[in-house]
């Protein structure tokens, strides 16, 4: 039969390798569980980074075409009113040519009424037509007529001025539309963007400590002290 004092010592020595075993065990496992959690979030973390900063990237690519969209835009706005500009400059110089020969033309007819008359004069004077009324007459006659070509070609020439500054402002009024067109198709100047907000750093979760011997022996010596008592008696370490 197995002494007491040594099989309260084996007893005592299975029992604290057991708890120590188990306690270790069981450390291990919540360790990994921990060492799990951490790593998944610093996974999840650099996983949020890593989409901010491509966030941010998107942002200043888009935001650099929206910049030169623009820039793009203003240079053809300035192109559109030039040729707007050259436009209004060719419809008025055409205007203008065309009232200069109304004008002309005019001063021309003009010329030949005053020429027409006095041949008119010319030819009652050398008539031999005796002086008096009807000389007077004749002469008024011809002045008369003289003045209805004179009143004619007069309003020809006010009409000509009218429908020329009618035309010019038609000119004015169609370049600022064509210019008024060309600044509304020009895009808003881009918002700058805001960077993204960074993700909250995790906080590292602290493992728990590794278990001591201490506790495991005092099992031991615990679980020796009761087999020595279930195997020997209240004075079990005096059995010799």
């Not at 020809?156 to 035309?167: E, I, R």
Request: net charge positive; hydrophobic share 40%.
């Amino acid at each position: 039969m197995c002494h007491p004092i040594a099989f309260a010592v084996i007893a005592g020595a299975g029992t604290a390798i057991a708890d120590q075993q188990e306690k270790t065990a069981q450390w291990q496992y919540q360790k990994a569980a921990v060492d799990r959690r951490n790593a998944e979030a610093r996974l999840a973390y650099e996983h949020k980074l890593n989409l901010a900063a491509h966030k941010d990237k998107r942002k200043g690519q888009v935001f650099k075409a929206q910049l030169e969209a623009l820039a793009q835009a203003r240079t053809a706005l300035h192109r559109q009113r030039d040729i707007n500009q050259q436009e209004a400059n060719r419809a008025s110089v055409a205007n203008q040519l065309e009232r200069n020969a109304k004008f002309e033309d005019a001063m021309l007819k003009g010329q030949k009424a005053l020429v027409s008359s006095i041949k008119a004069q010319g030819k009652i004077l050398a008539s031999g037509m005796n002086a008096g009324q009807s000389l007077l007459l004749e002469v008024m006659d011809t002045e008369r007529q003289r003045g209805f070509q004179e009143a004619e070609l007069s309003a020809g020439l006010q009409n000509a001025n009218k429908s020329f500054a009618m035309t010019e402002y038609g000119i004015a009024l169609d370049k600022y539309s064509a210019d008024a067109q060309a600044v509304k198709s020009l895009p808003n100047a881009p918002i700058t963007p805001t960077a993204e907000w960074a993700p909250v750093k995790p906080l590292v979760e602290q493992a728990p400590s590794k278990p001591g011997l201490l506790g495991s022996i005092m099992a031991g010596v615990s679980a020796g002290v009761s087999a020595g008592y279930q195997s020997g008696g209240t004075d079990w370490w005096k059995t010799s």
